[in-house]
């Protein structure tokens, strides 16, 4: 079992960076794919990137551009660089272990909020 670690949260201006790093620990390598969702109060948890073992990256059609996902295998970490920010990225970002490429994500970390100012 993947237990995971969000850091680099925080308050940002719009049109800011943030880049937030997931630290995996227990059956990291093996773990067939790793994804960025997040969260705001009265809403359903919404995907941001995904990342598979063999490198395959999807994104949700509000961030492309501006996000980049990436993975350093020696350190079992994957970051979240987050570009040009809007407010309405102001949310808990969470990541998450899929079992299986397509499958649901779970072993969710804390979660490291992220506040962009207007």
């Known amino acids: 079992q993947v237990q995971l670690v969000e850091s680099g949260g925080g308050l940002v201006q719009a049109g800011g960076s943030l880049r937030l790093s997931c630290a995996a620990s227990?059956?990291?390598?093996?773990?067939?794919?790793i994804g960025w969702y997040r969260q705001v109060p009265g809403k359903q948890r919404e995907l941001v990137a995904t990342?598979?073992?063999?490198?395959?990256?999807t994104y949700a059609s509000s961030v492309k551009g501006r996000f980049t996902i990436s993975r350093d295998n020696a350190k079992n970490t994957v970051y979240l660089q987050m570009n040009s920010l809007k407010p309405e990225d102001t949310a808990v970002y969470y990541c998450?272990?899929?079992?299986?490429?397509?499958?649901?994500?779970?072993?969710w970390g804390q979660g490291t909020q992220v506040t962009v100012s207007s």
């Open positions: 227990g059956s990291t390598i093996s773990t067939p794919a």
């Open positions: 998450g272990a899929a079992s299986w490429v397509g499958g649901p994500f779970g072993s």
């Open positions: 990342i598979t073992r063999a490198g395959t990256i």
